[in-house]
């Protein structure tokens, strides 16, 4: 059984910067693709950001320029560094994997999430 642990969120104003970190158990974090997914009420998952084994990395559009992805792979541990939150930041981000891929769709969410970390942005 895989197990996801998120850590990091929290309450910020806009212009400022969290880091959130997703702890795995075994070793998935550094052999498969993560990704993180962020969700608000009424609305999808939607991925935010992936990374895959060999440290290629993806971002959403909205958020491309601001957030990075990153891994340890020592520490079992995927980070999701984001910088100038803007109140659309606003979500509960879950953490990811081992991601699955498909063609064409690319990278899709597997079978493990974690718990979720709600971020929020605000003045």
Known sequence: QVQLVE???GLVQPGESLRL????SG???STATMGW???TPGKQRDLVASITSGGSTKAADSVK???TISRDNVKNTVYLQ???LKPEDTAVYYCNGPMK???PRGWGPGDYWGQGTQVTVSS
């Open 21 to 24: 970190s997703c702890a795995a």
């Open 7 to 9: 850590s990091g969120g």
């Open 82 to 84: 984001m910088n100038n």
């Open 37 to 39: 997914y962020r969700q």
């Open 65 to 67: 320029g601001r957030f």
């Open 101 to 103: 891929y498909s063609w």
């Open 27 to 29: 070793s998935i974090a």
